[in-house]
């Protein structure tokens, strides 16, 4: 493990200050986490997407609290020093503020979260106050929300058009108004995301498929090397075909187990020859 200073809400501040790009990734599991904390991933997610990429379903729609409090907890254990956000998944927030504060409390106690992430604009700004009055600091999440895939057409970006853009803008200026530190913009275009960028003042943007123009970017971690077979954006670099190393691997122990090739010496263990015939004679085999 490395000997990492944990990352702050002032940390994350100064590298805006000092115009150095913020790292930010997903991820729902230990393994993965210890590779992110050694890798020194500044933020990451716990995103409600886990419920897509780690449990299957169709959609983010399905997640719970439980699910997302058992993630976290996981992600904190192997990444004990990033600044870590939990996202508060569909209906813990959207029903009142009471609810979207006490879920965010669940992340801060339960799993040891540096804060919380929420979709939605204007109609939102007050969950997004009432959390941060509450002493959480919140990340609002702006363009493609996933949750309201159904209301916005599908998974498509978002503000193509400038009426639809300019509600972009008022709502980050909402979000930031209420006390988001943090605001991620996902699929918008790169020239919107660069606006909102150059008007932020007090919180700082993350582009996840929205262009360079942004203090910071996320990528989806699953994407990145090739572990969500269903689909691949088009905004997702992959950096490595892990998913395919880990098919190769799992079509060779199929072959090598049905050739009896495995298990091999080195994978199995013995038993000294005196224990052996004491146990045959105990079994009355001998
Ligand atoms: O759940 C998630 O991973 C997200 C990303 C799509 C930003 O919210």
Known sequence: MSERKKITLPTLFKKVEQGEPIVMLTCYDYPTACFQEDAGIDMILVGDSLGMTMLGY????????????????????????VWLIGDMPYMTYQISS???????GRFMAEAGCDAIKLEGGVEMADRIAAIVRA?????????????????????RLQ???????????????????????????????DRLCQII???????????????PNAH????????????????KPRMAKVYGDAGKVIQQGLAQYAREVRARQFPQQENYFGMKDEEYDELLLMLGQS
């Open 58 to 81: 169709d959609s983010t729609l399905p997640v719970t609290m439980e699910d997302m409090i058992r993630h976290a907890q996981a992600v904190r254990r192997g990444a004990p020093n």
């Open 98 to 104: 009471e609810e979207a504060v006490r879920n965010a």
């Open 135 to 155: 002493g959480i600091p919140a990340m609002g999440h702006l363009g493609l929300t996933p949750q309201s895939a159904s209301a916005l057409g599908g998974f």
């Open 159 to 189: 503000g193509k058009a400038a009426a639809q853009a300019k509600k972009i803008v008022d709502d980050a200026k909402a979000l930031e108004d209420a006390g988001a530190f943090a605001i991620l913009l996902e699929m918008v275009p």
């Open 197 to 211: 960028t150059e008007r932020a003042e007090k919180c700082f943007i993350i582009s996840l498929g929205s262009g």
């Open 216 to 231: 910071g970017q996320l990528l989806i971690y699953h994407d990145m090397f090739g572990l969500y077979p269903k689909f």
